[in-house]
């Protein structure tokens, strides 16, 4: 009985000990099989630590990606020459792509273990812009636009642009913004709500002292070739200090900071709240409306950015501001500033716009169609300014001897570059407001004039208006919280005062200055191409540029004028997108 016990004791030992063998070679092989499948997985989807935002930790999103079709197992280092072509999510998933980041952002996410495959591929950069390529935001297509109008999806893994060769960037936002078009695809004119194009980072030579005393016409020289040769552009990467010169970039009027004539300066477009951008797309044409409801509204709803339409005007300053601002909000739609305005204008005029050498340069040729339709140009270049007694050299209208639309050679005439590329209605069409004002006598921020016939922005704020000066807009629109969206001009009772300009803002830069008479007209104008020249003032505190069609040869890129700050059927605006 016990050799019988010892062998069923021994029995269940033996037993138990080969269980436990068993117990241990399946979890060896459980352990093995996983790490292999982990090591599979990782190989197939790379998680990368700050790839997407923390609040998807518990949802264990997988990315995998592929580099010009080859699977990759790490996110390309960022720079210019990749760009996402796609991004795929499962189960229900959608995702976008933050190029300032350099991450994955994934919306709609409701179940674990979801995947996104990116696509990477390589696009064409241009050498010229030094890494200040086009940018395109959310729902911005490229585009190539032919001389005839035609516009088609480009293809960024090929020349869609050359700034050397006066041919600029262009993309398009579509009415909806869900339709896909291949690249070589035509998108019908009515599927595009807005144009855009796209204004590189740059530095420019400082040329002018500024200081320029106000004068008469014999006493200057009001169209003087030699001072307005092309500016000095060079396309940098820095942000607000220049490593060559170290002249620091302004922010405020009247200061020129450490800059002189021959220093290098990055443009002030680029800096004060826009530090790190590679450059903005500006409104290819003077906004429209697309209903009939009353101008005078913030309705970004109604806005578009069209050729061959009639432009937004009779709405103040704040109402259009709001307009743009809520227009894309994800592409930090803003309206121009005067400081934006000077960055295209001087690009225009360069080498890299109107500018065949360094002293050989066009005038932009004014947009003179008298019903506000964007995007056309003067038949024949004007030979003389404003005047309200005199339109057989100062003429405008529209019949087609006399104004013609974008899309032919005389339409290129009117754009920034001489071709379709460029922008439009930055001469003539109607005045643009831009978002820039003159402060109070003590230092506030204003309204506009006063508050008899509406002379103001709507924006909350003081008046100017020596009669007015004790009052205060309170009825209206807050001014925006961010600073960077607004550039503020010191107070003078004269409009001649041009050292209170911000450098880049082409204004005090495009001197000498003085008066031209035209019939019973006398005119401020300056010496380059004799465009207007007034800055803001207590009487007019808001600036406007470019002139209306009917202003001749007072009419340019670098025409300045001042106003109160309300709605009129000779002002528009024009829209920014700082991506």
């Known amino acids: 009985m016990e050799l019988k016990a010892f062998q069923e004791k021994n029995k269940k030992k033996t037993l138990f000990m080969i269980g436990s063998i068993a117990f241990v070679l399946l979890i060896t092989i459980v352990i093995v099989i996983r ?7 990782q190989k197939e989807y790379d998680v990368i630590e700050g790839s997407v935002p923390e609040f998807m930790d518990d949802f264990d999103v997988k990315v995998a990606l592929t580099i010009d079709g080859t699977p990759g197992t790490t996110f390309p280092e960022k720079g210019n020459d990749k760009a996402v072509e796609s991004i795929v999510c499962n189960k229900g998933a959608s995702a976008s792509w933050d190029y300032d980041n350099w991450k994955i952002n994934v919306a709609n996410l409701t179940e674990t273990k979801t995947k996104c495959q990116i696509n990477f591929v390589t696009r064409y950069v241009d050498s010229t812009l030094n890494g200040n390529d086009p940018v395109l935001g959310k729902k911005m297509i490229p585009v190539n636009i032919s001389d005839n109008g035609t516009v088609t999806r480009a293809d960024t893994k090929t020349s869609w642009y050359n700034y050397s060769e006066h041919k600029w960037a262009n993309a398009v936002i579509l009415v909806n913004e869900d339709e896909n078009y291949n690249a070589g695809q035509v998108i019908p004119e009515e599927k595009i709500e807005s144009y855009f194009v ?14 320029y005393p106000t004068g008469s016409a014999s006493s200057v020289t009001l169209n003087d070739v030699a001072a307005r040769k092309a500016i000095q552009i060079r396309f940098r990467t820095q942000s607000t200090v220049n490593n060559d010169s170290e002249c620091k970039t302004p922010n405020i009027s009247g200061v020129l900071g450490n800059c002189s004539v021959g220093k290098w300066m990055t443009h002030p477009a680029f800096v004060d709240g826009f530090e790190g951008k590679r450059g903005m797309w500006v409104g290819k044409f003077e906004p429209s409306h697309n209903s009939s409801n009353d101008m005078n509204e913030i309705n970004p709803d109604a806005l578009q950015i069209k050729p061959n339409a009639i432009s937004w005007r009779e709405i103040q300053v704040a109402n259009a501001f709001y307009s743009v601002y809520d227009y894309k909000r994800d592409l930090d739609s803003h309206m121009m500033k005067n400081t934006e305005w000077g960055a295209a204008a001087y690009l225009t005029h360069s080498v890299y716009g109107r500018c065949s050498s360094a002293t050989s340069c066009e005038e932009v040729r004014i ?34 001897t006399t104004t013609q639309e974008w899309n032919n050679a005389t339409g290129y005439l009117a754009s920034t570059t001489g071709n379709i590329s460029g922008i439009y209605d930055m001469v003539g069409g109607a005045w643009e407001y831009v978002m820039d004002v003159m402060v109070s006598k003590d230092g506030k921020l204003v309204s506009g004039r006063e508050r008899a016939n509406n002379y103001h922005s709507n924006f909350n704020g003081a008046f100017t208006y020596p009669s007015a000066s004790q009052d205060v807009w309170t009825t209206g629109i807050n001014y925006p919280k961010d600073s960077k969206y607004y550039d503020l001009y010191i ?14 803002d ?40 470019g002139s209306g069609m009917a202003y001749g040869t007072d009419a340019g890129v670098f025409a300045f004028d001042h106003d109160n700050g309300r709605a009129s059927g000779a002002f528009s605006f024009r829209v920014v997108l700082s991506v």
Do not use: H
């Open 35 to 41: 790490t292999y499948a982990v090591y599979q997985e």
């Open 198 to 211: 796209w204004i590189p980072k740059f530095d420019y030579q400082i040329f002018s002292t500024t200081d």
């Open 367 to 400: 947009n003179n169609n008298s019903s506000y339709i964007t995007g056309y140009s003067a038949v024949n270049a004007q030979t003389c300014g404003f005047t309200n007694d005199n339109r057989d050299c100062n003429k405008y209208g529209t019949d087609e």
């Open 491 to 504: 107070y003078s009772e004269n409009d001649e005062t041009y050292g209170r300009m911000i450098p880049g």
């Open 506 to 545: 082409a204004t005090g830069e495009m001197g000498p200055f003085g008066n031209a008479i035209y019939g019973t007209q006398t005119r401020q104008i300056s010496s380059w191409f004799s465009d207007e020249a007034w800055l803001v003032n207590f009487y007019s505190p808001w600036f406007v540029r």
